[in-house]
């Protein structure tokens, strides 16, 4: 995953059949059956996160830029349009391939591409255009709903975890398709998405490589959780010592 896919952005899913879609649209397709409210169901949850999170916050302005507001519900587990990518193909490795019990799949987004590329029914529709950073353009180009177009690209200020995981986000224009299916309203005569299928029967040694070049959820979520859910993979490591002495020494 190198060389001619240098600059490009990717994304680990556990299983390769599922579709690239968000969590917002993923909960959605699963429980609302009627897309016509999707919009206003979307806009009820931004303003009840906005009314109630800031007695959690020390500082209260983050809820008032759109995308910081949304990577914050993302980083809290709450579905939102984001789709978190990576810079690293290793981390989205490990993540397409962690909970494996199936075959994964690693989806590569060509960025460089994207950053020039536009719809092609709307070639005005620029990156700069459409940035969701800007005042007025989430609910402008986004919230309706209605535009075949994605951004990429991260909030004015990162988190520890988007900086520890050199994360990047996608901002689709619709929930009901899936990326894929966005890029294929854009211009451009490259590829602009690739899908890299994992088998299952490489999982053991590639977490393990993985694991020695310091990819876990402990390096990846540098916080208690990201410590407590790291030790999921170390019940699969072990440590074998020349001369074994009794409990632990199978390493720590």
Not at 22 to 29: A, N
């Amino acid at each position: 995953m190198s060389g001619e896919l240098d600059g490009w952005a990717f994304r680990g899913q556990q299983d390769a059949r599922w579709p690239l879609v968000s969590s917002l649209s993923r909960y959605l397709g699963a429980f609302i059956s009627d897309r016509s409210t999707w919009r206003s169901r979307e806009e009820r949850a931004l303003r009840i996160f906005r009314r109630k999170a800031h007695n959690f916050l020390p500082d209260r302005h983050v809820l008032e830029n759109d995308l910081r507001c949304l990577a914050l519900m993302q980083h809290h587990g709450a579905p939102t349009r984001l789709l978190d990518f990576t810079k690293s193909p290793f981390v989205a490795a490990f993540f397409a391939l962690e909970n494996a019990v199936t075959d994964s799949a690693v989806f590569a987004l060509n960025t460089p591409a994207l950053w020039n590329a536009t719809p092609a029914a709307v070639p005005a529709l620029t990156r700069d255009a459409i940035d969701p950073r800007l005042d007025g353009n989430f609910a402008r180009y986004f919230l309706q709903n209605n535009s075949d177009i994605v951004w990429i690209g991260e909030p004015e200020e990162m988190d520890r975890r988007l900086v520890a995981q050199s994360g990047t986000m996608v901002v689709p224009g619709v929930l009901d398709k899936s990326l894929d299916e966005i890029l294929q309203a854009y211009r451009c005569n490259c590829t602009l998405i690739k899908k890299l299928v994992l088998s299952q029967t490489m999982r053991e040694q590639a977490m393990k490589a993985l694991y020695r070049m310091n990819i876990t959820n402990a390096s990846l979520f540098p916080d208690l959780d990201g410590l407590a859910r790291s030790i999921r993979v170390e019940l699969e490591v072990v440590w074998t010592t020349a001369s074994p002495s009794g409990p632990g020494s199978n390493g720590s």
